[in-house]
C-alpha cells in the first residue's frame, strides 16, 4: 500500500474531514501504513502529500479551513457533509462574474512562458497600420521566442553555426477567459490556427475551461497540432494539457505582420539580432530582447496583489505552503 492509498483509506473514517495530524494518528492506529523507521517527521510527510494531492487535482480529496482556519481535508464522497467553506478544485477553476480583462492575464501567461525559459510579448492588434475585418485572425495575443542553448560557449557557438535553426523556438499564443462549451471550444480554437500559423509551435491558452471539452480539445490537437494550457492565478501552477507539435516557420506570414505591425517588427529583428550575435554579443543582444518583452509579477505576493488589483478570481491555496 502507498502513502496516498493508506491517506484515502483513512479518511473513510472522517465523514465531516480531518486535520493532517488526525490523518496521520488513524494512519497509526489501523496499522495500514508502515513509515520508514529513519524518517524523522512522518506526520508532516502525510501533510505534504495531503497538500500535494489537493495542488495536483486529485479529484478524490477536497479540503476546507476549519473555525480555526485549519486545512482540513476528506473525500470528495463526503463533499455534502462539509460547510460552505469548502475550497475545491473544481469551485477555484470556476469564474464569477468579475470585471476583469483578457489582457490582464497577459502577464500571468508571460510569467509562466518565462519559467519555461520562453521570452513573450503583447501584440497590440490595434497598432497595425491595416486594422480591419481581412487582418483579424492574422494577429497571435502573444508572441514567443526560446534560444535553445548548449551548456558552454564552445558547444554553444558550435551549435548555431551547424544547427542555427534548431537553436530558436518561434511561439504564438491565443489566449482566453473562458470555454464554456464546444462552439466555444472550435471558435478559439481555429483562430488560435489562423493566428499561429506563422510559428513553429502555436497554443490556446484559457483561465477557464470546462473540463468536458478535453477530449475534444485532444482531437483537435491530434488533428490540428495546435497546444492548449490552462492558466492559472499562479502561473507557476499553470498545466501544458495538450504539446503543440513542431512547424516550419512561415516566413510569408511573419514579413506580413512585419509589416502592418511595428511591435511585432521590433521582436522579430531583437531575436535576429540575438540569434546572428557571436558568443561575445549573444548576452547583450538578449538582454535588449527581453527588455521589449511584457513585463510581469514574480514573486507569489506580488502575484497576488496584481490578480487583487485587476479583480482576477485566486484561490489562497495556489499560494500556500505546506508546513
Known amino acids: ?27 497509526l492506529d489501523k496499522g495500514v501504513f508502515k513509515f520508514n523507521s529513519k524518517a524523522k517527521t512522518p506526520d508532516s510527510t502525510v501533510s505534504a502529500c495531503l497538500g500535494t494531492m489537493v495542488k495536483n487535482g486529485d479529484t478524490r480529496i ?6 480555526k482556519n485549519i486545512y482540513c481535508y476528506y473525500l470528495s464522497e463526503y463533499s455534502k457533509n462539509i460547510g460552505k467553506t469548502t475550497t475545491s478544485r473544481t469551485q477555484d477553476n470556476t469564474i464569477p462574474n468579475v470585471p476583469f480583462h483578457e489582457r490582464d492575464l497577459h502577464p500571468l501567461l508571460c510569467c509562466f512562458l518565462q519559467h ?50 534548431e537553436s530558436l523556438r518561434l511561439y504564438s499564443y491565443e489566449l482566453k477567459r ?10 478559439c480554437f481555429f483562430q488560435a490556427v489562423s ?17 468536458e471539452l478535453k477530449d475534444e480539445l485532444a482531437r483537435l490537437n491530434h488533428s490540428f497540432g495546435i497546444g492548449f494550457i490552462l492558466l492559472k492565478a ?32 521590433d521582436f522579430i529583428k531583437s531575436v535576429e539580432a540575438a540569434l546572428t550575435a557571436d558568443e561575445k554579443h549573444f548576452t547583450a543582444s538578449k538582454a535588449a530582447l527581453e527588455n521589449i518583452c511584457d513585463k510581469y509579477p514574480k514573486l507569489d505576493g506580488d502575484i497576488q496583489k496584481y490578480c487583487r488589483d485587476k479583480h482576477i478570481p ?9 508546513i
Open 178 to 187: 473562458k470555454i464554456d462549451n464546444d462552439y466555444e471550444l472550435k471558435k
Open 1 to 27: 500500500m502507498t502513502i496516498k492509498e493508506a491517506i484515502l483509506l483513512s479518511l473513510k473514517e472522517f465523514p465531516k474531514g480531518a486535520i493532517a495530524r488526525e490523518v496521520y494518528q488513524n494512519i
Open 314 to 322: 485566486i484561490s489562497e491555496e495556489e499560494f500556500t505552503e505546506e
Open 116 to 165: 519555461q525559459g520562453i521570452m513573450a510579448k503583447t501584440i497590440f492588434h490595434e497598432r497595425s497600420k491595416k486594422d480591419d475585418e481581412h487582418q483579424k485572425w492574422i494577429h497571435p495575443d502573444i508572441i514567443g521566442a526560446k534560444f535553445v542553448e548548449q551548456t558552454n560557449p564552445i558547444s554553444n557557438s558550435l551549435f548555431k553555426a551547424i544547427s542555427k535553426k
Open 195 to 211: 493566428n499561429s500559423s506563422w510559428a513553429n509551435n502555436g497554443y490556446l491558452v484559457a483561465f477557464d475551461i470546462n473540463e
Open 62 to 67: 477536497g479540503r476546507c479551513q476549519n473555525e
Open 234 to 265: 499562479n502561473p507557476y501552477e499553470s498545466q501544458v494539457w495538450f504539446e503543440a507539435k513542431d512547424r516550419q516557420i512561415d516566413f510569408k506570414t511573419v514579413s506580413k505582420l512585419s509589416e502592418i505591425n511595428p511591435p511585432f517588427k
